[in-house]
């Protein structure tokens, strides 16, 4: 039995895992496990957000402040 198949169809593609990165997921992420995650990345971006700027930063956004306006 001969089966031939047409080369560079998107079926063989996935097959041969090449794209694997990007195709597109049978399942996701539940409901639950997303809003889950999210509340954490939240946290830990709200926790770094409240941390003061260090002086070396302030000094050169002076510094560039005053360079533009010359």
Do not use: C, W, Y
Request: charged fraction near 30%; avoid cysteine.
């Amino acid at each position: 039995m001969d089966q031939t198949v047409e080369a560079g169809t998107s079926a063989d593609h996935r097959a041969s895992g090449e794209d694997a990165a990007l195709a597109e997921p049978e399942t996701g992420l539940s409901p639950n496990l997303q809003a889950h995650i999210g509340r954490h990345v939240r946290a830990v971006f709200d926790e770094v957000a409240r941390e003061p700027i260090p002086e070396h930063l302030l000094r050169l956004l002076k510094d560039l402040e005053r360079s533009g306006d010359k």
